[in-house]
């Protein structure tokens, strides 16, 4: 099949047209937004130097255009106010038409799992059921849901689901964004026009790959990880080639550091090795549980057990339950299983020829990147089969001995073939096919992946949106979601990754045309993904309106402003104070802490006073700082008068538990 053959066929999956020369990304489709009274950008391929005709219907006005020599086309149409719809005819001699396109406003929506979690689909909101019907009232409102792609190169091909453009109902709003989706709904209510929404979004992701690789060069810290894209195939196939030739050079390094290996032989395997100095550990269980609290990193397990005569030359079944993370698993010093990934389910075949009677060792190989590790699973999960009935169960006392600390081990490859977080690589795959779309903005909910790089992230958060802006060609708003509270609530004053990762949000706020939404009070001890969803929309879609939009409505809860210490206590000052300071149910303010000299917070008493908030604490004769809802969750209770949670704030500027991570 050769590379013209190919380079068609991609084409085909992505035109509006099959019978048309006219190649058109899924971003041109029926059902389309086009940003509303601006020169909105159009695109796309043809023959080399052939003439392209476009015709917009709103006003019949006539575009003609040159393709240049590889058959590449753009221009500008411009665009009226709010409404529809419309169609857009474009032509080289064979006509695409683009019907069903509406005026309005168009959104980007972005960021990790929070961003991408579904009305349905595997996030399942408050009410799907309920707001999955409702939104059959909304047709005006249309989705393009960015397919996930990862690449090295800046790409400028797109893939969407449903081929381009959905328009709003029960089907197509299921697997869609809620957050943007209910963002959307509030603009389209109170705005009153088309409103075009555009979900780019991964689960799990850093901020680093939604930002190109100019912009990350900008800051020194992140020279070395950039340096490694300088190395990598461009095309998936070779870099996943390349990522398993790497994993074979890896293991081999890490077998010449492992004390269980002798060159390159796997001693710790060997049937007739003396193991009776090693200890002695429960399987199933957990490493951490017994005796090896907080380590990470290689652990050998060894099992002996006596081989019947009657299964002398037969075909075993080996289960070693699931393993956190991965194994290397011997009989008789001969590898017979390898897995990667954690918690996988464990079953290989002993080849009958080393099935003979008499002792036989079983060695398993563990390697616990992090966290908790070990062989787990139930104790029926654990055995040795010749069949279904005849079994040795194997679960209860192993042998066990340390052979590598984690942080002596290599780190180990990355298989860029398929793996997000690689600095640019949603960005060059999912955002730049994209630009120079029209766009009235972008909305944003990540920062999960980056807390234990808070402190970094008060750099990445606001080069990421420069470098968007800048691609765009114009600084169109930017808003974003503080994040929602998460894990066990706070119990004493603590430091937080978390909690410096609101901060740095808060502190890209110093950026012109960006705002926020607070949602410390909507999140979920036990789930990272909260299902309100409606209420984040909500407040993203109040902010919006307010700033974006010009409307003379409460935007915001109380943010910090400014302090001062009066004797000792400290009063805390505030903006964003409509309707005044409150808690619900008028009850005691909740999470304030305060600080002396000796840098050691206490619990504190606050107190309401007008639109200020005093805080004190007997234990503290000389308070110099005052911290409020610090933690990853915290228990926290100021509202204004609208209704609206303050933003978790901190008047200090004390070195944090992520400085200097990176």
């Known amino acids: 099949m050769n590379k013209l053959y190919m380079f068609s066929l991609f084409w085909s999956l992505c035109v509006t047209s099959v019978s048309a020369q006219v190649n058109l990304l899924p971003i041109f489709s029926d059902n389309m937004v086009l940003q509303q009274q601006t020169q909105a950008p159009i695109w796309g391929e043809s023959k080399p130097n052939k003439e392209i005709e476009i015709i917009t219907s709103?006003?019949?006005?006539?575009?003609?255009?040159?393709?240049?020599?590889?058959?590449?086309?753009?221009?500008?149409?411009?665009?009226?106010?709010?409404?529809?719809?419309?169609?857009?005819?474009?032509?080289?001699?064979?006509?695409?038409?683009?019907?069903?396109?509406?005026?309005?406003?168009?959104?980007?929506?972005?960021?990790?799992?929070?961003?991408?979690?579904?009305?349905?689909?595997?996030?399942?909101?408050?009410?799907?059921?309920?707001?999955?019907?409702?939104?059959?009232?909304?047709?005006?409102?249309?989705?393009?849901?960015?397919?996930?792609?990862?690449?090295?190169?800046?790409?400028?091909?797109?893939?969407?689901?449903?081929?381009?453009?959905?328009?709003?109902?029960?089907?197509?709003?299921?697997?869609?964004?809620?957050?943007?989706?209910?963002?959307?709904?509030?603009?389209?209510?109170?705005?009153?026009?088309?409103?075009?929404?555009?979900?780019?979004?991964?689960?799990?992701?850093?901020?680093?790959?939604?930002?190109?690789?100019?912009?990350?060069?900008?800051?020194?810290?992140?020279?070395?990880?950039?340096?490694?894209?300088?190395?990598?195939?461009?095309?998936?196939?070779?870099?996943?080639?390349?990522?398993?030739?790497?994993?074979?050079?890896?293991?081999?390094?890490?077998?010449?550091?492992?004390?269980?290996?002798?060159?390159?032989?796997?001693?710790?395997?060997?049937?007739?090795?003396?193991?009776?100095?090693?200890?002695?550990?429960?399987?199933?269980?957990?490493?951490?549980?017994?005796?090896?609290?907080?380590?990470?990193?290689?652990?050998?397990?060894?099992?002996?057990?006596?081989?019947?005569?009657?299964?002398?030359?037969?075909?075993?079944?080996?289960?070693?339950?699931?393993?956190?993370?991965?194994?290397?698993?011997?009989?008789?010093?001969?590898?017979?299983?390898?897995?990667?990934?954690?918690?996988?389910?464990?079953?290989?075949?002993?080849?009958?020829?080393?099935?003979?009677?008499g002792k036989a060792v079983i060695a398993v190989r563990v390697m616990d990147t992090g966290g908790t590790g070990g062989i787990n699973g139930s104790p029926e999960s654990i055995s040795l089969h010749r069949s279904q009935l005849d079994v040795i169960p194997l679960a209860g006392d192993w042998k066990y001995q340390i052979s590598l600390n984690i942080k002596d081990i290599p780190q180990m490859p990355v298989n860029t073939a398929n793996e997000p977080n690689v600095p640019s690589f949603l960005f060059n795959a999912m955002l730049n096919p994209l630009i120079p779309y029209a766009i009235k903005g972008a909305i944003w909910y990540q920062g999960e992946a980056n807390t234990g790089q808070a402190y970094q992230y008060r750099e990445l958060m606001p080069l990421m949106i420069k470098d968007w802006r800048d691609r765009w060609g114009y600084d169109f708003p930017f808003y974003m979601v503080q994040l929602a509270s998460f894990t066990a609530q706070q119990t004493v004053p603590v430091d937080a990754t978390w909690a410096e990762l609101r901060e740095a949000q808060t502190r890209t706020l110093h950026l012109a045309n960006t705002g926020m939404a607070v949602t410390i009070d909507i999140g979920d001890a036990f789930d990272i993904h909260p299902k309100n969803k409606q209420e984040v929309g909500r407040r993203l879609a109040l902010v919006v309106r307010a700033q974006a939009y010009g409307e003379k409505i409460p935007y915001s809860g109380p943010m910090y402003d400014t302090y001062q210490i009066e004797g000792n206590k400290i009063r805390i000052y505030f903006k964003h104070t409509d309707g005044g300071l409150k808690t619900q149910n008028n009850e005691t303010l909740k999470g304030f802490t305060i600080s002396g000299v000796d840098h050691k917070f206490h619990w504190a008493d606050a107190v309401i006073d007008g639109n200020s908030i005093i805080v004190s604490s007997p234990e503290v004769a000389f308070p110099i700082a005052v911290r409020y809802a610090w933690a990853d969750n915290p228990i926290c209770n100021l509202y204004n008068g609208v209704n609206l949670p303050a933003s978790p704030f901190r008047t200090d500027d004390w070195q944090g538990i992520t400085y200097g991570n990176k």
Not at 133 to 146: D, G, H, K, T
Not at 200 to 211: K, L, P, V
Not at 242 to 265: M, Q
């Open 58 to 357: 709103w006003d019949q006005k006539r575009y003609t255009i040159q393709a240049d020599v590889r058959g590449k086309w753009k221009t500008k149409v411009t665009t009226p106010a709010a409404g529809g719809p419309y169609d857009i005819t474009i032509s080289d001699g064979k006509k695409v038409k683009l019907s069903n396109v509406m005026i309005g406003e168009v959104w980007v929506c972005s960021g990790q799992s929070n961003m991408e979690m579904q009305v349905e689909g595997w996030g399942k909101v408050m009410n799907y059921q309920q707001e999955k019907e409702e939104a059959n009232n909304y047709p005006n409102i249309r989705f393009l849901l960015v397919e996930k792609e990862t690449s090295p190169i800046p790409d400028d091909r797109l893939k969407a689901t449903e081929r381009g453009w959905q328009v709003c109902s029960s089907k197509s709003v299921a697997d869609f964004s809620a957050a943007g989706y209910f963002f959307g709904r509030d603009l389209h209510k109170y705005q009153n026009v088309p409103i075009g929404l555009i979900d780019t979004s991964w689960g799990g992701t850093y901020i680093e790959t939604w930002t190109s690789k100019e912009a990350l060069a900008t800051m020194p810290g992140m020279k070395k990880k950039l340096d490694v894209l300088n190395e990598l195939p461009i095309t998936k196939e070779d870099r996943e080639r390349k990522f398993h030739s790497d994993v074979e050079d890896w293991k081999k390094n890490v077998e010449k550091i492992d004390k269980g290996f002798v060159n390159s032989k796997a001693v710790w395997a060997a049937a007739d090795l003396e193991d009776n100095t090693w200890k002695t550990m429960e399987v199933p269980g957990l490493m951490q549980d017994q005796g090896l609290k907080g380590f990470n990193g290689i652990v050998w397990f060894r099992k002996t057990i006596d081989i019947p005569a009657k299964w002398v030359g037969k075909e075993l079944t080996l289960n070693v339950g699931v393993i956190d993370d991965n194994d290397f698993t011997y009989f008789n010093g001969v590898q017979v299983g390898h897995t990667e990934g954690w918690m996988a389910p464990r079953s290989y075949k002993i080849p009958k020829e080393l099935v003979k009677k």
